[in-house]
Nanobody
């Protein structure tokens, strides 16, 4: 199991912004799915955003228009820009990557976290006044 390394978490006030980063393996895959998950205390892990090798991105409804997933190829880094943060966004955030594009179709519909080949150990985001 290759562990990805997330960074950028912290504590912010409601309405604030954070940018999470995740260094992914420097392995060239022609096809891939990358995703951000989060898990709040007492809740199940949920998919937040996906980005596949076709350049398509998807988000859960609650973060649409506020979060943006992107990838810097030269830096092998996946990002999650989070704006207009709300208390409900408080959670541990995890990144994941896999050479299977099909996983991106399931991220919001099932427990696919364990199916990702590369997974991070999380970075904490706390939104509080």
């Amino acid at each position: 199991q290759v562990h990805l390394v997330e960074s950028g978490g912290g504590s912010v006030q409601p309405g604030g912004s954070l940018r999470l980063s995740c260094v992914v393996p420097a392995v060239t895959y022609s096809r891939y799915c990358m995703a951000w998950f989060r898990q709040a205390p007492g809740k199940e892990r949920e998919g937040v955003a996906t980005l596949n090798s076709d350049g398509s991105s998807s988000y859960i409804e609650s973060v649409k228009g506020r979060f943006t997933i992107s990838k810097a190829n030269a830096e092998n880094t996946l990002y999650l820009q989070m704006n207009s943060l709300q208390s409900e966004d408080t959670a541990m955030y995890y990144c994941a990557a896999d050479p299977s594009v099909r996983l991106c179709s399931w991220v919001f519909n099932g427990d696919v976290w364990s199916q990702f080949r590369y997974r991070g150990q999380g970075t904490q985001v706390t939104v509080s006044s």
